[in-house]
């Protein structure tokens, strides 16, 4: 079982990282793992002799067991502060830079009360894709 706080994502010897990520699946984000399958879990970047957790990668064999906890993850976002954990997915760089930009369009539009969405490093508003030389 998994400590509730973001040092039980600290390297350990006696802990795996998957077996960290699946408790906590199971206990933060009540969602069952028996039968979840992983392609790779593995921590980013190298030991340090820091206190702060280094992120885990996770990658799920089923596309439907990566949206289950996606799902769940929003759904207990909350849960999931409270206990210095994200769930996310990763992006090429390219995506990340792209949407750095678009991010103050969006909060603007969110402000406005428009439906405001990314798909990949496109923003779309009301359903309209959004590019800077226009307005939607």
Not at 123 to 129: C, D, M, P, S, V
Request: proline share 4%.
């Amino acid at each position: 079982m998994a400590e509730s706080n973001a040092h039980s994502l600290l390297d350990s010897e006696s802990k795996t990282c998957e077996s960290l990520v699946k408790g906590h699946i199971t206990n933060i984000l009540k969602t069952e793992t028996k039968n979840m399958v992983f392609e790779r879990i593995h921590r980013l970047g190298k030991p340090t002799r820091t206190d702060k957790p280094r992120p885990i990668i996770a990658r799920f064999h089923y596309y439907g067991d990566r949206e289950r906890v996606r799902n769940e993850a929003f759904a207990r976002k909350e849960n999931l502060k409270q206990h210095n954990l994200s769930v996310g997915v990763q992006m090429p760089k390219e995506w990340r830079d792209a949407r750095q930009d678009l991010y103050p369009t969006l909060r603007e539009e969110k402000r406005k009360g428009n439906n405001v969405k990314f798909v990949g490093d496109k923003l779309f508003i009301n359903g309209k894709r959004f590019t800077p030389n226009n307005t939607h």
